[in-house]
Nanobody, 124 residues
Framework: QVQLVESGGGSVQSGGSLRLSCAASGYTYSSYCMAWFRQAPGKEREEVAA???????IYADSVKGRFTISKGSDRNIFYLQMNSLKPEDTAMYYC??????????????????WGQGTQVTVSS
């Protein structure tokens, strides 16, 4: 059974940084796309960043240059480094994994497994 567990969320002031982690267990496929999504109250869930097993990355325009998605040395852990945080980054952040390679614009339907989320709050 695949499980994804996020950690690292919290409250920071505008301009601050946080690093989110996603620990994956039970995933045995050699190819994958791992992504971070976020959902703010009253808004749709949006894809923030994604990385596939070949190391290709995708970023939403709103986070380019500020967020970095990466894989740990252990293939079962992924990170989202978030710098220069803004109040509009406030949301619940979820990690998700797909059996397929990343597809820009594919949305939530590409992903097979989801974590429970970790809250990020950025105050002005």
């Amino acid at each position: 059974q695949v499980q994804l567990v996020e950690s690292g969320g919290g409250s920071v002031q505008s301009g601050g940084s946080l690093r989110l982690s996603c620990a994956a267990s039970g995933y045995t496929y050699s190819s994958y796309c791992m992504a971070w999504f976020r959902q703010a109250p009253g808004k749709e869930r949006e894809e923030v960043a994604a990385v596939d097993s070949d190391g290709n990355t995708i970023y939403a325009d709103s986070v380019k240059g500020r967020f970095t998605i990466s894989k740990g040395s252990d293939r079962n852990i992924f990170y989202l480094q978030m710098n220069s945080l803004k109040p509009e980054d406030t949301a619940m952040y979820y990690c998700a994994v797909s059996h397929k390679y990343c597809e820009e614009g594919a949305g939530q339907g590409l992903y097979n497994y989801w974590g429970q989320g970790t809250q990020v709050t950025v105050s002005s």
